[in-house]
């Protein structure tokens, strides 16, 4: 049974940093491609980065781009994310995915097994 738990998660002021992590568990990530997705109450889930397979293409919206990365160490079987210049707007739960095919992938519908997520505050 393959499960992914992400953690890191945390209280922080505008402008400081955080590193998320998922470890993956019960199956290797190799040849797997994953990402990040963060949810505030009351919207939908919202993309924030993803990686391909083999780790050679990464993919992120406008609103983390240049402050956010994304990066895998297959021999950990772990995934990170590497989040600077934080702001209150980044505030969230945060959720880890593990996906098939290639990727780098936008689409939830592409992943196949979510962690139950950790918690960003970031206050102004």
């Known amino acids: 049974q393959m499960q992914v738990v992400e953690s890191g998660g945390g209280l922080v002021q505008a402008g400081d940093s955080l590193r998320l992590s998922c470890e993956a568990s019960?199956?290797?990530?190799?040849?797997?491609?994953m990402g990040w997705f963060r949810q505030s109450p009351g919207k939908e889930r919202e993309f924030v980065a993803a990686?391909?397979?083999?780790?050679?293409?990464?993919d992120y919206p406008d609103s983390v781009k240049g402050r956010f990365t994304i990066s895998r160490d297959n021999v950990k079987n772990t995934l990170f994310l590497q989040m600077n210049s934080l702001r209150p707007e980044d505030t969230a739960v945060y959720y880890c995915?593990?996906?098939?095919?290639?990727?780098?992938?936008?689409?939830?519908?592409?992943?196949?097994?979510w962690g139950p997520g950790t918690q960003v505050t970031v206050s102004s």
């Open positions: 019960g199956r290797t990530i190799n040849h797997r491609p």
């Open positions: 995915a593990l996906g098939y095919g290639m990727g780098p992938f936008r689409e939830t519908r592409r992943y196949d097994y």
């Open positions: 990686i391909s397979w083999n780790g050679g293409k990464t």
